[in-house]
């Protein structure tokens, strides 16, 4: 059974950094993607930032490019999310998310059947 918990949300100021991790488990499959979604209040899930674990390619929202920088350790089955540069419209519940047998990577979160509970961001201004 695939698991993902994720840990590192809480309260920053704008101009601040967090990290998330996502712990995975279950995995038995060479070919996955796997990433963090957010999704703010009153808005839909987006996708933020992803990883193949085949193809190495990653993916990131135009709105965190050159802030945000995804990261996995294989060992330890491990994806992380280094956040700098916050700003309050980051301000969101952040979701890990994988999906098997997967390559490529993928923004729309129906192609991903694994979520983890989720952990809350919250950028003061």
């Known amino acids: 059974e695939v698991q993902l918990v994720e840990s590192g949300g809480g309260l920053v100021q704008a101009g601040g950094s967090l990290r998330l991790s996502c712990a995975a488990s279950?995995?038995?499959?060479?070919?996955?993607?796997i990433g963090w979604f957010r999704q703010a209040p009153g808005k839909e899930r987006e996708a933020v930032s992803l990883?193949?674990?085949?193809?190495?390619?990653?993916y990131y929202a135009d709105s965190v490019k050159g802030r945000f920088t995804i990261s996995s350790d294989n060992a330890k089955n491990t994806v992380y999310l280094q956040m700098d540069r916050l700003k309050p419209e980051d301000t969101a519940v952040y979701y890990c998310?994988?999906?098997?047998?997967?390559?490529?990577?993928?923004?729309?979160?129906?192609?991903?059947?694994?979520w983890g509970q989720g952990t809350h961001v919250t950028v003061s201004s």
């Open positions: 998310a994988a999906e098997v047998d997967l390559r490529t990577v993928a923004a729309a979160p129906y192609e991903y059947d694994y």
């Open positions: 279950g995995f038995t499959f060479d070919d996955y993607v």
């Open positions: 990883i193949s674990r085949s193809e190495g390619s990653t």
